[in-house]
Nanobody, 125 residues
Framework: QVQLVESGGGLVQAGGSLRLSCAAS??????????MAWFRQAPGKERDFVAG????????YYADSVRERFIISRDNAKNTVYLQMNSLKPEDTAVYYC????????????????WGQGTQVTVSS
């Protein structure tokens, strides 16, 4: 089992920045967090993929809507994955979820084994 806890959400003005963190813990950590990703869900909408990263950090993938604004990274020594969000827009407002999967490959669907509880990000215009 792997537990994921997100932090760093909050209220920010458009054009501002936030950095989200996701701390992982558990007995099968190195296996269960092979792929880490961030998703987001706005009110009344589906949960959408934002960004993903492989174990070594050598491969990342972003949704078109956030590419060149958001940066995903991970520090395996700290069992933490980050999402640096820059040039935030009101449409980035959502609950952001951290996810992990043991299987290889970054996928943009909800096929992840573990999920955090989410952290709210609100961008005001």
């Amino acid at each position: 089992q792997v537990q994921l806890v997100e932090s760093g959400g909050g209220l920010v003005q458009a054009g501002g920045s936030l950095r989200l963190s996701c701390a992982a813990s558990g007995r099968t950590l190195s296996i269960g967090t092979n792929i880490m990703a961030w998703f987001r869900q706005a009110p009344g909408k589906e949960r959408d993929f934002v960004a993903g990263i492989t174990w070594g950090g050598g491969t990342t993938y972003y949704a078109d809507s956030v590419r060149e604004r958001f940066i995903i990274s991970r520090d395996n020594a700290k069992n933490t994955v980050y999402l640096q969000m820059n040039s935030l827009k009101p449409e980035d407002t959502a609950v952001y979820y951290c996810a992990a999967r043991a299987r290889r490959g970054i996928v943009t669907t909800l096929e992840y084994d573990y999920w955090g509880q989410g952290t709210q990000v609100t961008v005001s215009s």
